[in-house]
């Protein structure tokens, strides 16, 4: 009977549930434009669990997430350029040369604080775009990679846009899994454990260093094969992908997802996706909406609206048109 | 050797603009330890509102200067008002300012696309056509007096930190601004001053860049940003001075590798300086070690 009742849980059957909602969803859309955000949803939403991991859960804010996102990209489009090997090894190749520079980066960078690994992250986002711009021999530079080869599967290439979601679909969900692993195992509770008090923790055993570089490492592998999805569905790439501006957007659905959690990370990725790409109509004001709406989502999810200016009239006015119905009623009595 | 000369005239003028900029991101590192997005876009704004102000407006340059400066000051005043001062004094985490200062210097950015287009405009510069030759190369009169009002407004600034009560009170926010307020400072209001300072300080630094340069245009904020970013570190953040000398040292380099290595290399070597300081030595040249108290 406890067990019945057990399996079904819906805390258990949810989850499956929205997997095979997601699965059946693309069969509905039939719009090629809606598929692409779609995809582009997905690849996001890949970024955003990844740097979650290392920014929401361990605390540790990184800006260069789009440096390993463009460092997959390159790597799996240059392994097929030149090599034809198949997508999948392409993906494994992105992933793990992803993790390699977030191991080599994140070793000494994890050892600074704050601001510090702020800007130093910053700093190497901008470095590894002036060296894909500038390595023209390898990287092409500005021209960017072109024909780069779709993914194929028992020699069937994947071509329509409903396909690309599938297989991008796949892509998150298995990282989703992977990650959410990762935080109920005993190493995700010591990346927590960091971000509450990292002098603490290191008190309790944990090797925090050890861990942080880790987690980046882990990270960093992710949005490499994020990378790698997105230069085998657009087919042509160029440094200015990767730039620090959106690194800025990653971390962004991070922290309005709310910091650590990964279905929020996935709302966030995909709100910050589409309301964008709702906002194209209005072309030249786009970007200015944009902005304005990070601070109001900043603002808004952080302070209580009845203590801002705005709110507090609002109050007043509730307040007075209370007053004014009592004393209405009091007349009336 | 007259080349070389030249090219260090050259990169002690860009230090200066670097120098400038680099007071503004240090103090409010110092107070906030926020890294503040938006200090580069302000420049940007400063160098944009005296455009306005002398070209298009046709104010007398002096005016136009002082103007400009001031309302770039308010400027700064406004948004740490509206975007930062609500989750400062709820404590909120970092990031959450951290991407309210990115989203300020997406909106400004975007104002001022909007209102004066992307393409570059000619800027106005000063005693055109004076220029001072020493041993066979020109050192132009704007170029002689961006680096003297350089040196000025940085005394100044030193005697205001220093041996002022406002200017210690600053001092004393940075240390400690919970501290601070105990002893009776406002600490909303010295970090409203602190933005006025940085602010005014980068339209200064603006102005002077661009009429060096004689063009403004959109994107000179998101240039000079993270060769900003490096010589604050470079110095030691939250060391007034020590951000001078950084700016001097990546200016320098910076024009030396654009006339010894070429100039597509020019923004290298300000990224590698920033990498290496922070895994050397991440307090900077002549910043203190900082004790993490428990």
Redesign the interface.
Known sequence: MQRNKRFFDLKRILPLLLAAAMYAAPLAITNQYVLRVCVYVSIYSILACSLNLI?GVCGQ?SMGHAAFYGVGAYTSALIALSFGLPWPICLLAAGVLSALVGLLIGT??L??Q???L???T???N??VR?ILL?WVSVTRGPMGLTNIPRPRFFGVAIHSGRQYLYLSMTLLLIVYITLRNILHSRFGRNLRAIKEDE?AAETMGIRVHREKVTAFAIAAGFAGMAGSMLAHYMLYINPNLFI?DFS?TI??MV?LGG?GSMPGSVAAATLLTVIPEALRELD??R??I??????CM??G???PWD??PLGRAAARLRGRVKIARESEHGGKD | MSSFLFYTVNGLVLGSTYALTSIGYSMV?GIL???NFTHSTVYMVGAYLFYILAVVAGLPMWAAFLLAVFMTGLIGVLYERL?LR??RV?H?????????T??????L???F??TMGSETHQYPSLFEGHYLRVGGFNITAVQLVIIVATAVLLLAFTLFINHTRVGMAMQACAQDGEAAGLMGISVDNIVSLTFFIGSAMAAVAGVMGCMSYRSVDISIGTAIG?KT??ST?LGG?GVFYGGVVGGLVIGLTEVYTAAYLGS??R??PA??I??LI??LK?NGLFGKKTL?K?
Do not use: D, H, W
């Open positions: 920014s804010v000494p960078a050892r600074l704050g601001g510090y702020v800007i130093c910053v700093g190497f901008e470095l002036l500038n002098t620090g800025t971390l962004s922290v910091m030249r004001y970007m200015l944009y902005g304005l709406m990070l601070i900043m603002l999810k952080n302070i203590t801002t | 590192y330890e926020l890294v975007t609500p989750l709820r909120q985490p970092k990031f959450a300012m951290l991407i309210c990115i989203g300020t210097s997406i909106v950015q975007n104002i696309f909007l993270t970013f490096a570190v953040i597509n290399y923004n290298i990224f590698l920033l990498i922070l895994f991440p993490k428990v």
